[in-house]
Nanobody, 115 residues
Framework: QVQLVESGGGLVQPGGPLRLSCAAS????????ISWYRQAPGNKRELVAD???????NYADSVKGRFTASRDNAKNTVYLQMNSLKPEDTAVYYC?????????WGQGVQVTVSS
């Protein structure tokens, strides 16, 4: 059974850090590109970062320099370290795995940045 389970969300003050994790099971994790998406109320789901099988990363302009994606293939887990968080980072964050034609989504985790 394929699963992507996000964790680590919560409430954080502006300027604070938070680290999200996405634990995968049921597929060959190391072969998949893993992405982080987010969706704020009333907005479309947007790409935040992705990390390829080689470890190469790409980031949305809005998070460059503040967010860092990493993966541990031995643990079938990908991480998103978020620093200098802003209220506009508030959203549900989703983990997404793709190795065409297969693709999987996690259930999402809430991140709220507020004082």
């Amino acid at each position: 059974q394929v699963q992507l389970v996000e964790s680590g969300g919560g409430l954080v003050q502006p300027g604070g850090p938070l680290r999200l994790s996405c634990a995968a099971s049921g597929f060959t994790f190391s072969s998949y590109i893993i992405s982080w998406y987010r969706q704020a109320p009333g907005n479309k789901r947007e790409l935040v970062a992705d990390i390829r099988t080689t470890g190469t990363t790409n980031y949305a302009d809005s998070v460059k320099g503040r967010f860092t994606a990493s993966r541990d293939n031995a643990k079938n887990t990908v991480y998103l370290q978020m620093n200098s968080l802003k209220p506009e980072d508030t959203a549900v964050y989703y983990c997404y795995a793709v190795f065409k034609p297969r693709e999987y989504w996690g259930q999402g985790v809430q991140v709220t940045v507020s004082s």
